[in-house]
């Protein structure tokens, strides 16, 4: 397999799950910026949308979207436990989670990053995404994760993205269950391997 990903961006989140499950990938920078890769490659020409990740299988087939890729390869390896059995309600429960990370988070953090976003506007973006924030801390309550005591690609997405904050100016601080969340998170060797791998930490 191949991951497509790019420093930082949300393709951390299938980096993380793909060195929780333990499988074998070849990771392969694609620059958000340039839309190359470090051959020269047009990345378009792999993924029509220019966006990571992009996860390609032994077989060729690719597949975008990272809470796709990620429950994929949660279900390659169901020992791992990063996503319960398909049908349960607990799966639905996961997907909710990934839908609010993807729609909520994700997408409230993304015209932080646009140059052309007005200045005026920020600070209702920032306002918003504190909101959201405040829900997850509401949620996580007493657990050590979104799902309870079992570590899930939900975590590795909600991870991701609440580290985004840094970059634009949103202190995590208000929010004592996901500071205590992220430093949990962080610590786990499948998160240090991927963010070390990005150049994220030495």
């Not at 793909?18 to 890769?37: I, Q």
């Not at 646009?114 to 997850?136: C, G, H, Q, R, W």
Request: glycine fraction near 6%; charged fraction near 20%.
């Amino acid at each position: 397999m191949k991951l497509y990903f790019s420093p930082s961006a949300c393709s951390l989140s299938p980096h993380i799950v793909l060195h929780e499950a333990g499988l074998a990938f070849e990771p392969v920078l694609a620059s958000t910026k340039t839309k190359k890769l470090v051959d020269g490659t047009d990345y378009y020409t792999i993924n029509p949308k220019g966006s990571v990740p992009l996860l390609e299988l032994d077989n060729g087939v690719r597949l975008t979207e990272g809470p796709a890729i990620v429950q994929y390869i949660a279900d390659l390896v169901p020992a791992s436990k990063l996503a319960p059995a398909a049908g349960t309600i607990e799966r639905y429960q996961l997907m909710e989670w990934l839908n609010f990370i993807t729609s909520e988070l994700h997408k409230g953090f993304t015209p932080l990053f646009n140059p052309n976003t007005p200045d005026t506007y920020k600070p209702i973006l920032k306002e918003n995404l504190s909101k959201k924030f405040a829900y997850v801390e509401s949620q996580l309550g007493e657990k050590s994760y979104l799902m309870g005591d079992t570590f899930t690609v939900a975590d590795a997405y909600l991870f991701t993205v609440s580290n985004w904050g840094k970059y634009v100016g949103i202190e995590l601080t208000p929010w004592p269950k996901l500071m205590a969340f992220m430093q949990r998170v962080s610590a786990r060797p499948a998160v240090q391997k991927a963010m070390k791998a990005e150049g994220l930490i030495k």
